[in-house]
């Protein structure tokens, strides 16, 4: 049996909408937000954190939050140069930084990690 290109197209329109229907389900059901961050097996809020430790300014960026560096010593992290420090974000996205790196950096109140 021979399918015109009257059935055709509208089949593989069909087709192409149910798998970008498809797609966009599973994004949305994989995709996870939270409010908290671990430290040294400790969970925080972003509030919670923003009261532990000291705020700082990178002005030639342009950007504040609170130092990792103070934050890391606050929560208890014995050894600060022993470690090494892994940034996970919230979309899967990982970096693996040094306390060298730590000292230079800042975490924003909207969950942002930079470094100068």
């Known amino acids: 049996m021979i399918i015109g290109k009257g059935r055709l197209i509208p089949l593989a329109a069909m087709i192409v909408i149910l798998i970008g229907a498809g797609s966009s389900a599973y994004v949305y ?3 996870t937000t939270t409010d908290n961050i671990t430290i040294n097996g400790q969970q925080y809020t972003i509030n919670q954190i923003f009261y532990i430790a000291e705020q700082r300014t990178f002005d030639s960026l342009n950007f504040s939050g609170i130092a ?3 934050l890391i010593i606050k929560t208890g992290v014995g050894c600060l140069e022993c ?3 892994t940034i996970i974000g ?3 996205y990982q970096k693996t930084v040094t306390w060298e790196n730590i000292q230079e950096g800042l975490l924003t109140k909207d969950g942002m990690t ?3």
């Open 68 to 70: 990792l560096d103070d």
């Open 114 to 116: 930079v470094f100068y």
């Open 29 to 31: 059901a994989t995709q």
């Open 90 to 92: 919230d979309d899967g």
């Open 83 to 85: 470690h090494e420090y």
